[in-house]
């Protein structure tokens, strides 16, 4: 089971970028899914979440420039990102509930991280 990250990319300040994120493996079930980032010399925060039923959290920077969406028949976490600046530059990891065959309960992974940088 594993969670594989894409989409990040070099962007100028005001452009867009899309990431996506796919669960795969032996997967029964999954709970909320998150968006994190990390920038250099600072702490992981949260982008942005949505539970299994859709509901979704901003962090206050990025309301009204994100969008976090779920596709539920492919595993697949999304985080629309527009208007980009330059403080978003970071790595972005994302990160789920999931339950694994098998297993008796949800257990949360991450991500490998893929790389935002907004030139300005």
């Known amino acids: 089971v594993q969670l594989q990250a894409s989409g990040g990319g070099l962007v100028q300040a005001g452009g867009s970028l899309r990431l996506s994120c796919a669960a795969s493996?032996?997967?029964?079930?999954?709970?909320?899914m998150a968006w994190h980032r990390q920038a250099p010399g600072k702490q992981r925060e949260l982008v942005a979440g949505?539970?299994?039923?859709?509901?979704?959290n901003y962090a206050d920077s990025v309301k009204g420039r994100f969008t976090i969406t779920r596709d539920n028949t492919r595993n697949t976490v999304y985080l629309q990102m527009n208007n980009l600046k330059s403080e978003d530059t970071a790595v972005y990891y994302c990160?789920?509930?999931?339950?694994?065959?098998?297993?008796?309960?949800?257990?949360?992974?991450w991500g490998q991280g893929t790389q935002v940088t907004v030139s300005s």
């Open positions: 493996g032996s997967i029964l079930g999954i709970h909320d």
């Open positions: 949505i539970t299994s039923g859709g509901s979704t």
């Open positions: 990160n789920a509930d999931l339950l694994r065959r098998f297993a008796a309960t949800y257990y949360n992974y």
